[in-house]
């Protein structure tokens, strides 16, 4: 599967989203089985579905840190690859926005 390409599902179930961290802040998740089948279609409209989030918002704690979001930013900074105590690998980066702020992330 590809980011940005459109996909039709066949044959499987919605169920209440639980888990520790959720991609959406949909409060149901779509689940696949071994019957499901996935098929890559024409787009059916033009519209992108990103949600930005400006970086003041970010630094702030205002947006909830368990759903995803996208960002926007020039790349400055890039660290090294380490491996935490459950052997996530884990990288540092930082980013800078159009007003110049810069945030760094792990």
């Known amino acids: 599967m590809e980011e940005g390409d459109w996909y039709e599902l066949q044959n499987f179930k919605i169920t209440f989203a639980s888990g520790q961290t959720r991609v959406t802040r949909n409060r149901y998740q779509i689940n696949l089985s071994n019957y499901s089948f996935i098929f890559k279609i024409q787009p059916l409209s033009y519209c992108n579905y990103y949600r930005f989030q400006p970086f003041n918002n970010i630094h702030r704690g205002l947006s909830h840190p368990k759903f995803s979001i996208d960002l926007y930013g020039a790349l400055v900074g890039v660290g090294e690859i380490e491996e935490d105590e459950m ?20």
């Open 87 to 106: 052997e996530n690998h884990i990288i540092q980066f930082s980013l800078i926005n159009i007003e110049s702020v810069i945030l760094t992330f792990k």
